[in-house]
């Protein structure tokens, strides 16, 4: 019985001291926005955009990002879905920038594809830019949306 009870206390003493590590006071949550989303060149059929963000951190400590993960719906039909581990460590009070290449995933753009074919003479598309940045499992995962258009015109016409 003595057993149980000082593994008891063990446990309790583990969950006390880690949970309390957690807790971190003065922690502000970073900001996070997005800086652009734009259509890129691609090779072959498949679309590809890239999605810049721009992270601040009001802390005191590094903020070491473990991994990103996003959707992009276009028109509300989600077509873009990603995720990626090559972040930047960003200084203690300081701020970084990530940028995002994502290409189209056809199979599940199939609805889009057919309400731009319906939609022919519309010059700008909207999105919706869904975002969770992962900073640790100490830390609170930072959730960003962005809502915006995409212009479809071309940017130089001939005469």
């Known amino acids: 019985m003595t057993k149980i009870v000082s593994w ?8 006390i001291v880690f949970g309390c590590a957690g807790l971190q006071p003065g922690y502000e949550k970073p900001t996070v926005s997005i800086t652009s989303f734009e259509a890129i060149p691609a090779e072959g059929m498949v679309p ?11 802390n005191r400590t590094p903020l070491q990002l473990k991994g990103i993960s996003y959707t992009v719906s276009l028109e ?10 090559q972040l930047p460590e960003i200084e203690a009070y300081g701020e970084g920038d990530v940028m995002l290449n ?7 753009s199939i609805g889009f594809i057919s309400d731009l074919i319906r939609n022919q003479g519309k010059e700008q598309i909207s999105y919706d830019l ?8 100490l ?16 940017t130089s016409k001939s005469q």
Request: charged fraction near 15%; charge should be positive.
């Open 8 to 15: 008891s206390v063990f446990f309790i003493f583990f969950l």
């Open 48 to 58: 590809k955009f890239q999605i810049g963000i721009h992270i601040i951190n009001p």
């Open 76 to 85: 509300g039909h989600p077509v873009i879905t990603g995720v990626s581990n």
């Open 139 to 154: 830390y609170p995962l930072i959730r960003v949306s962005k809502k915006g258009n995409l212009s479809l015109a071309q």
């Open 102 to 108: 994502a290409s189209v995933d056809l199979f599940n």
């Open 130 to 137: 869904e975002t969770k940045l992962d900073a640790g499992a």
